[in-house]
C-alpha cells in the first residue's frame, strides 16, 4: 500500500505543478488518480456492508439472547406451575385423608 500511496502522492506532485507534464505521464496521472477513486470507493463500499452485516448479526444474537431468555422464563414458570400443581394436589390428598379419618370416626 505504502508504495501506491507514494505513488499517488507523487502524481499529485506533477499535477500542481504549472508546466505542462509529458502526454504520456499525464495520461498515466489522470488513469491513476482515477484509480485511487475507485480504491477509495470500493473501501468505502466495504465498510458500509461491513457495517450492515455487522448490524445484521448484533441484532439476530439480540434475538437469539431474548428468545433463550423467554425459554428460560418459560420453563421456569413451567416448573413452578408443577410445584404449585403438586401442592394442590397434596394438600387435596391430605384434606381427603382428614375427611375419610373423620367420616370413619
Do not use: Y
Not at 26 to 52: G, P, S
Not at 64 to 79: D, G, I, M, W
Request: positive net charge.
Amino acid at each position: 500500500g505504502g508504495m501506491l500511496l507514494r505513488f499517488f502522492e507523487r502524481c499529485e506532485r506533477e499535477l500542481g505543478r504549472r508546466r505542462p507534464l509529458r502526454r504520456g505521464f499525464q495520461r498515466w496521472v489522470n488513469v491513476a488518480l482515477r484509480l485511487r477513486l475507485t480504491v477509495e470507493v470500493e473501501a468505502a463500499e466495504l465498510e458500509i456492508e461491513n457495517a450492515k452485516e455487522q448490524a445484521v448479526r448484533e441484532a439476530e444474537a439480540r434475538a437469539e439472547q431474548a428468545v433463550r431468555e423467554a425459554a428460560a422464563v418459560a420453563s421456569k414458570n413451567a416448573l413452578e406451575a408443577e410445584a404449585w400443581s403438586k401442592r394442590c394436589d397434596d394438600a387435596r390428598a391430605q384434606a381427603a385423608r382428614h375427611r375419610d379419618a373423620a367420616e370413619s370416626a
